[in-house]
């Protein structure tokens, strides 16, 4: 497979001060979907705004498609119109996504400013609206919508551009169980389609319903384990370890009972 993303020895700290990754190496190859697991303040969501080119670490190299991106790489046009057209970033908070009046002009603002045209924004955003079932809100104030409507147009105003990647902060926060579901089978589809599809969370069940390679953040902001879904489903004791799982004691009929708990959406 392809090498579209790597970064080796990467860190970074909020003001120089406050870590947030710490000496992270990591390879994703086209067309797979890889995700970035660890509990909050881990440094997900630091590691996906590196990958997206809107905060540079402080050490390391970050390279896509064997291109090396920096502040000073993102001032030339091509690399930084290349990485923009070609990298979606599906937020955690569709509020921090979306600014524009209306859902199409949500859809027509990423096109427009990447330079296609005003009819093939057009064809671009009303043939995602179709897509996603969503073309009844074309004309709906952003404001006005619901969280999943809101989550549905964020995703929709990243798709209109055709990425060849999309990151995703945290797929399943903040919307109902039917967006969820609806989320995770579209991230599927896009992933049957080509797209390589690089997703954080700390819910297992979805690493175990999309079977992604995945890569384990600690809590000291660096990697404990990279393998596959099911090696990381496997190792119990691991999970407790990074603190994915804890024991969950109860009362049931007068009886203390103990079990593992994690963060789980969907059940078989």
Known sequence: MEQIIS?????????????ALKNISLDVQKGEIFAIIGQNGSGKTSLLNIMNGLIHPDSGDFHYHGVRIDEKSLSDKSINRSLRRNMGYIFQNPDVQLFCPT???????????????????IDRANLTLDSLGIAGLRDRSVAMLSGGEKKKVAIASVLTMNPEILLVDEPLAGIDPKTQTFFVELLQE????????????HHLDLIDHLQPRVVVLSDEH??????SAAEILQDEEFLISVNMIHEHVHEHHGKTHKHYH???VFHS
């Open 222 to 227: 660096t990697i404990q384990k990279t393998g």
């Open 7 to 19: 970064l080796k020895n990467i860190n970074y700290a909020y003001f120089g001060k406050i870590v």
């Open 190 to 201: 896009l992933n049957h389609a080509g797209k390589t599809i690089i997703f954080t969370t």
């Open 103 to 121: 859902v199409l002009d949500e859809l027509l603002f990423a096109p427009l400013q990447l330079g296609y045209s005003g009819e093939e924004a």
């Open 262 to 264: 994690a963060h789980y």
